[in-house]
């Protein structure tokens, strides 16, 4: 879907959510509900015999919207499947002239009244304070409104919900005071009860900072408070222009099944982070950091390069570009990581993967298994996509300096795809022989014929179906599609016949119910004769 409207132009935060994310308050399917659900798919189906409208809009996707942080001050709630306005509020008021949304987080998964989470400052000034505001994400009806004294620099979700249903953000300001929104008794018991648990970072040109939060109970309530845990200082010269944190996605499945019966597991730290740094001295540099500890678990260093131009990391793969000044040339590096070398099947194998309890905190180090590309465009961003369970394969998407988004299939560029000719159990898997240069087809355009301009950022979300991804890129227009990195392998075609499953599946059920008449008279035969 497409957008160009002044209005949405460079947004702050996109907040992509459906139905199916919500969770339906205290209701229980009835009989009643599914003899409706089954009128309405009946009647879907008869109306291309008595020439009613043919074109739908699933429910999920009637239900589906992408929430806007406009510079404006403005929440925009655009419909997934048309791309038309729901509802627009603004969060100005007589305390706050010219507010400047930074984020927008879902706290409460209630269907009723599914609750957002807005971070943002007063004005466009650098030193200006912070304020909050929670809003209903289905009327855009603003439900609370608050500035604040100081500047809000980091935040964090908690993954776990307090007694309201809500995921409290726990945020930092300049001064090291911690905050807990929606601020309640129920959101400061959930952070006392993780008190030294949960870590902010805060990330300059030169060093990143972790803090951990601590929680003290006395007579008058919950007092939060930061304490400095790691310092992580850039090399000389060099200045740390991109991170990013391991996203909070499932993982299904804990290792890389290889020939001759060996498996290789996963590096699945959640608390991973990489850093994309250039030094002075034409150097690009990539580390990957503990998040708990501060430490460099691996390093990565780029000679007579420059203009690294984007980082994305999930799970257990990294992907980074950067412009080699030697050979003068657009280069782009894929990695997987794992834990330790190869390993046999056993039993114990066997549990880890399933479990996915993998200890990387018993071995600090992580196996780098990169393989580096030549592109013949330039890239400008990238991203991983996500799933909701796990499941699907997690495909790059590099966006193009000509303003097209790609999807590449992972076999193209994981460490697995041989050097030399693949084995009949390589080309089974659909690997390829290694070639240099990135494999860019005009079939692998997200964007198709479209071209995006002056773009700023690549995010992506799960949908509702494990087989889907929905990337959204914001800059000058606002674009976004859903991607399948591993097709549809859960959904039905758009051809398929459901008049045939219908009349096979009554036709089954009265051969059934006729062979039973049938055995039940023959066993009455056979106990007369």
Not at 23 to 46: E, I, K, R
Not at 123 to 129: D, G, R, T
Not at 149 to 160: G, Y
Not at 290 to 306: I, L, M, P, Q, R
Request: aromatic letters at 8%.
């Amino acid at each position: 879907r497409w957008s160009r409207e002044e209005g949405l132009a460079y947004p702050n935060d996109i907040l992509a959510f459906h139905d199916e994310d919500l969770l339906l308050p205290h209701h229980t399917p009835t009989v009643w509900d599914s003899f409706v659900a089954l009128g309405g798919w009946a009647a879907q189906y008869a109306e291309p015999f008595i020439g009613g409208p043919q074109h739908h809009m699933s429910h999920v996707d009637a239900n589906a919207l992408i929430l806007v942080a406009s510079t404006t001050g403005y929440i925009f709630a655009l419909e997934r499947q048309t791309g038309n306005v729901r509802w627009a509020s603004s969060l100005g008021d007589s305390k706050i002239a010219f507010p400047v949304p930074r984020k927008l987080i879902l706290t409460r998964k209630l269907g009723s009244s599914p609750e957002v989470l807005v971070l943002g400052h007063a004005s466009a000034s650098p030193q200006a304070p912070s304020f909050v505001a929670t809003l209903n994400a289905r009327n855009g009806e603003i439900t609370s409104t608050s500035k604040l004294n100081s500047r809000l620099e980091v935040f964090e979700q908690l993954p776990l919900a307090d007694d309201s249903n809500r995921q409290p953000v726990v945020a930092m300001d300049s001064n090291m005071r911690v905050y807990v929104f929606p601020a309640s008794k129920g959101a400061e018991r959930l952070v006392s009860q993780n008190s030294g648990k949960i870590i902010l970072h805060r990330r300059s040109e030169s060093e990143m900072q972790a803090y951990a939060v601590d929680a003290v109970s006395s007579n008058n309530g919950i007092k939060l408070s930061s304490r400095p845990l790691w310092n992580y200082v850039a090399p000389q010269g060099a200045r740390i222009l991109k991170h990013a944190s391991m996203p909070a996605d499932p993982v299904a499945w804990a290792g890389i099944p290889l020939e001759a019966g060996r498996v290789l597991f996963k590096y699945i730290n959640p608390n991973a982070i990489a850093l994309l740094l250039e030094s002075q001295e034409s150097t690009v540099l990539m580390h990957i950091l503990d998040g708990a500890s501060g430490s460099v678990v691996h390093a990565v260093e780029h000679a007579e390069s420059e203009r690294p131009s984007c980082l994305a990391l999930s799970q257990s793969s990294v992907t980074y570009a950067f412009w080699n000044s030697r050979q003068h040339r657009q280069e782009v590096v894929f990695a997987d990581m794992a834990t330790d070398s190869p390993t046999s099947w056993s039993p114990i194998a066997v549990f880890k993967l399933l479990t996915g309890r993998i200890q990387y905190n018993e071995n600090p180090g992580v196996h780098f298994r990169p393989l580096t590309f030549v592109s013949n465009f330039g890239i400008s961003n990238c991203a991983m996509t996500r799933s909701k369970l796990g499941i699907t394969t997690q495909n790059p998407m590099y966006e193009l300096t000509g303003g097209q988004l790609v999807s590449l299939p992972r076999r193209y560029v994981e460490s697995l795809r041989p050097v030399g000719q693949p084995t009949a159990s390589e080309k089974e898997k659909g690997y390829e022989q290694y070639h240099p240069v990135l494999p860019i087809h005009p079939t692998q355009m997200v964007t198709y014929n479209q071209t995006l301009l002056d773009t700023k950022d690549i995010l992506t979300f799960p949908e509702h179906r494990e087989s889907g991804c929905l990337a959204v890129v914001t800059g000058l227009d606002l674009f976004w599609a859903q991607t399948s990195p591993a097709k549809h392998f859960d959904s039905l075609k758009h051809d398929f016949s459901k008049g045939a499953l219908l009349i096979a599946t009554v036709g089954l059920g009265f051969v059934n119910f006729a062979l039973k008449l049938f055995v039940d008279k023959a066993d009455l035969k056979a106990v007369w004769a």
